[in-house]
C-alpha cells in the first residue's frame, strides 16, 4: 500500500470543478499525497479558503486558474499554460458541472 500512496507524490493533478462538493471532496483525498495540483473553476469562484486547507494537508503546491469548461478556447489556453510549468499531467479528473434538483 505504501509504493501505491508514493507514486503520487509529486504527480501534476488538474481537476476541473474543484469548488463543488464533491470536486473540493476529491481535492481532500488527493492533497495528503503530496501532489502538485491545479484547481480549475468558473470565473468568480473562491477557492482560496481550499487551497489554504489543501496546502495544510500536504498538497505540494496548489495553483487555483479560471475556467469555464464551455468554452473551448478558455480550456485550450488553460491547459496548455499549464503545460508550459508541468512536464506531464498524470492525473485530470473532469468533474465540473451543473446539477439540477
Known amino acids: 500500500m505504501g509504493y501505491k ?3 503520487y507524490r509529486g ?3 488538474v481537476i ?3 469548488g463543488g462538493d ?3 471532496e476529491v481535492c481532500r483525498v488527493f492533497a495528503p499525497l503530496g ?3 491545479y484547481l480549475l473553476d468558473i470565473p ?3 477557492l482560496s479558503s481550499l487551497k ?3 496546502d495544510e494537508l ?3 503546491s496548489v495553483d487555483i486558474m479560471e475556467m469555464d469548461v464551455t468554452n473551448q478556447e478558455e480550456v485550450k489556453s488553460v491547459i496548455e499554460s499549464i503545460g508550459k510549468k508541468e512536464k506531464y499531467l498524470d492525473i485530470i479528473h473532469n468533474n465540473a458541472g451543473i446539477g439540477k434538483m
Do not use: H, P, Q
Request: aromatic share 8%; net charge positive; charged share 30%.
Open 52 to 54: 489554504k486547507e489543501l
Open 5 to 7: 500512496k508514493n507514486w
Open 44 to 46: 468568480g469562484a473562491d
Open 11 to 13: 504527480k501534476v493533478f
Open 58 to 60: 500536504g498538497a505540494e
Open 16 to 18: 476541473t470543478g474543484a
Open 35 to 37: 501532489m502538485r495540483m
Open 22 to 24: 464533491i470536486g473540493s
